[in-house]
């Protein structure tokens, strides 16, 4: 609060001043800008096109109207696709959030041993996700692997494996996020808390996960489009299989661009998802309440 | 209070945006990246070759190493670069980069429907009358593995590597202890099967996670049933093919094999590609595998002893009641090289095509546990790693009246793909004969 003030004050001393000691400047957002533009908004208005088009890699794109997007509703496989992703959507969410959000406010604290064990939670994030698919792919081997059971040979095993293996690999990422939001809470609500009496599962539902609120959504979001776009996993590990039990819509779209080289459909499957990537996002985003940036510390 | 919420509408729009924005990165960077790696079609000076990057690559590059010294690729003036494109990623591979800058010169292939969309869109040189000029490309080739490539009646391929009938293959070691002799009936197969599974011994290794090694079985028991005519229609494009009483009966042959555990109860999940299936056969826990012929090769580079003294071999038997010859064949005649048309430099190109056809290439090939599909094979099959392994494959295909080219490479990338998940879905159980065979005929 007292930053603010402070800012608001120079803001009257004169507008020359503000202007070097103020927002910065929009030039410092041109690399992001253009980094942007090129490999996501570029890319984006291009699939857009590709959509309206039948393309098979070679040649030109040829103009066919909504016909890819009569295909994609017409087609018996989304139906279930769409469910698969929400649900691998959902059961990633469930499962990382859960965890992360312990282990990031474990290591929020200042036990002994701490910043070892964070260290080492945080290596699969380091890793390819290539290389962890291939090597839980190895794992799960149903002859050779070390369990030696048909993980991936069922519906429930080959996604239980999906999301866990995801999991695996983007816990350390949100538990870092977590731990730099509960790091952020105030020493002195506990303090209160505890001359209040409250114990430790008390402190933490009443004052931990509140003043994590904005740090779950921003987690939420993060886990909920990354799991829209999760692909390689399921690549490697299931092909979409057994049948088609595991053929989330990341695969389907790859399946139909670089398996079927229909590039105009898988395009319509790819369009589809970044609109429901940022209609989600926009929806988890008003819901919580995270938009109007209310602090989480008001009356502090 | 009215301005502050415009400014965070927009930041929301921005994070909303740039979140969702990752989930075209993907295929838009597959779109826009086209242009990385290889020289491709560009001076002239350096010709490049893509081919599927397996065990018998070897073959190849000494191929190129030999070419690239010689007198016509100093005459034509280049050389030519060897790219190994690794196996499962070859088709979207090849597909990428024919549609950028950067496309090679001279690619592996399947021919027929796996070249026909290059051929559609004007990307092949048509090889019909540079092999009718040239003596050493007319006689170099068994006449009936080179047009088994064609699209229309003209030759887009040279026959690059050997032929590859699709086998079954038998644990001798196996075979030998259970007292067993490998089948020539489909009642005899299932008689074993059952004697097998007694002994807790798998009976066929299958890599049911990549697909097309399902594939095969249909193909065989679709040609046995109802001979090569049934498939030929559906490849003609007539998808009321699938409709044939073989087909059906095929599949439902298929059903009973799977629900008789005669697959292992995992083999939805073990791949082929990735060395599970082999693994599983050499090592005894499956007594059989129905495979192309490259499995001497597979396992000969990854279990040698078994590969030299246990590995045996035996034509696909015959289905009681089918009207198809015994002696039919399904599998790959061969892999093609076809040319860019947008080479800089056709004549290397094509000088390194008739090195395909020389003594010394056939010879690696052979070396390499290969049959080659060159009109001087035979002769040299007599110093082939496994002698009676080469002269098996080569009498099976020589004498066979119908050799069918695999479904999936016939059909083309669209409809083979589309192919697959259905028989995917066959063989994990997820669909009946009757739901595989009318998903089939909705196929376009």
């Known amino acids: 609060m007292t930053s603010t003030v402070q800012k608001t004050s120079t803001v009257e001393q004169g507008s020359r001043k503000a202007s070097r000691v103020g927002r910065p400047h929009a030039v410092w957002a041109l690399p992001a800008v253009l980094f942007f533009t090129f490999f996501a908004v570029v890319p984006m208005g291009l699939a857009l096109y590709l959509s309206f088009t039948s393309w098979d890699g070679l040649g030109d794109p040829r103009p066919v109207g909504l016909d890819n997007w009569k295909k994609l509703l017409d087609d018996p496989r989304l139906t279930q696709s769409l469910t698969l992703t929400v649900v691998l959507t959902v059961a990633s969410w469930a499962f990382q959030t859960v965890v992360a959000l312990l282990l990031g406010v474990w290591a929020a604290g200042r036990q002994r041993n701490r910043a070892v064990l964070s260290?080492?939670?945080?290596?699969p994030f380091l890793l390819s996700s290539t290389a962890i698919a291939i090597l839980f792919y190895a794992l799960l081997d149903p002859n050779f692997g070390i369990i030696q059971a048909d993980t991936l040979g069922s519906q429930s095993g080959a996604f239980l494996a999906i999301v866990f293996v995801g999991g695996w690999q983007f816990m350390p990422f949100h538990t870092l996020i977590y731990q730099g939001g509960a790091r952020q809470i105030p020493e002195v609500l506990y303090q209160a808390a505890a001359i209040d009496g409250a114990g430790r599962y008390r402190q933490f539902f009443s004052i931990t996960l509140p003043q994590l609120r904005h740090t779950i959504t921003t987690s939420t979001v993060l886990i909920v489009v990354g799991s829209l776009t999760y692909f390689e996993t399921v690549l490697i590990l299931t092909k979409g299989g057994p049948g088609t039990d595991t053929a989330i819509l990341p695969y389907l779209m790859y399946e139909a661009g670089f398996k079927q080289y229909d590039f105009g459909y898988a395009s319509a499957i790819a369009t589809s998802l970044v609109i429901a990537a940022t209609g989600l996002s926009?929806?988890?985003?008003?819901?919580?309440?995270?938009?109007?940036?209310?602090?989480t510390r008001e009356g502090m | 209070?009215?301005?502050?919420?415009?400014?965070?509408?927009?930041?929301?729009?921005?994070?909303?945006?740039?979140?969702?924005?990752?989930?075209?990165?993907?295929?838009g960077a597959g779109l826009t990246g086209c242009g990385s790696g290889g020289s491709g079609a560009g001076d002239g000076k350096t010709v490049t070759a893509f081919v599927y990057g397996d065990d018998?690559?070897?073959?190849?590059?000494?191929?190129?190493?030999?070419?690239?010294?010689?007198?016509?690729?100093?005459?034509?003036?280049?050389?030519?670069?060897?790219?190994?494109v690794p196996g499962s990623d070859y088709s979207p591979k090849l597909r990428t980069a024919m549609g950028s800058p950067s496309a090679p010169d001279v690619f592996f292939n399947w021919g027929g429907g796996s070249i026909r969309t290059y051929e559609e869109a004007g990307k092949l040189v048509d090889l019909t009358d540079i092999i009718a000029d040239d003596p050493v490309l007319k006689s170099g080739f068994l006449p009936s593995v080179l047009s088994a490539g064609d699209l229309k009646g003209r030759h887009y391929g040279i026959p690059m590597r050997g032929m590859q009938p699709v086998i079954l293959f038998y644990n001798k070691s196996v075979f030998a202890e259970h007292k067993l002799q490998p089948p020539t009936t489909w009642d005899q197969l299932l008689d074993i099967n059952a004697k097998l599974k007694k002994a807790k011994i798998t009976p066929f290794a299958l890599g049911g996670s990549d697909l097309w090694p399902n594939l095969m079985w249909l193909e065989y028991l679709v040609d046995r049933l109802g001979g090569p005519e049934v498939f030929k229609r559906i490849q003609d494009g007539d998808s009321e093919g699938w409709g044939d009483p073989a087909v059906l009966r095929a599949a439902e042959l298929v059903k009973q094999l799977v629900d008789d555990g005669a697959f292992g109860s995992k083999f939805t999940s073990v791949s082929y590609v990735n060395g599970g299936a082999p693994a599983v056969f050499a090592k005894g826990k499956a007594a059989m595998h129905l495979m192309g012929s490259w499995e001497y090769s597979t396992q000969l580079g990854k279990f040698p002893d078994f590969a030299k003294s246990n590995l045996g071999w035996a034509a696909f038997p015959t289905v009681e009641g089918g009207t198809g010859d015994v002696r039919n064949v399904v599998g790959n005649p061969t892999n093609y090289w076809s040319i860019n048309a947008r080479t800089k430099n056709k004549d290397l190109a094509v000088g390194f095509l008739k090195e395909c056809a020389s003594e010394a290439y056939a010879k690696d090939l052979v070396a390499n546990g290969d049959v080659p599909t060159t009109s001087n094979a035979k002769k040299l099959l007599a110093s082939a790693p496994n002698p009676e392994y080469a002269t098996f494959q080569y009498d099976l295909v020589e004498k066979a009246p119908a050799f069918t080219l695999s479904w999936d490479q016939a059909l083309g990338d669209a409809l083979g793909t589309k192919m697959h998940t259905e028989i995917g879905k066959l063989f994990a159980g997820k669909s009946s004969p009757s739901e595989f065979v009318t998903a089939c005929k909705g196929l376009k």
Request: zero cysteines; aromatic letters at 10%; a positive charge.
């Open chain 1, 119 to 123: 260290a080492i939670f945080f290596v």
């Open chain 1, 282 to 295: 926009l929806v988890l985003v008003r819901l919580s309440g995270f938009g109007s940036m209310r602090s």
């Open chain 2, 1 to 27: 209070m009215e301005s502050n919420r415009g400014r965070t509408f927009s930041r929301r729009w921005f994070l909303g945006a740039g979140t969702a924005s990752l989930a075209t990165a993907g295929l």
């Open chain 2, 56 to 84: 018998a690559v070897k073959v190849q590059q000494a191929a190129v190493d030999r070419y690239n010294k010689s007198a016509a690729a100093k005459k034509a003036g280049g050389t030519i670069r060897l790219q190994k």
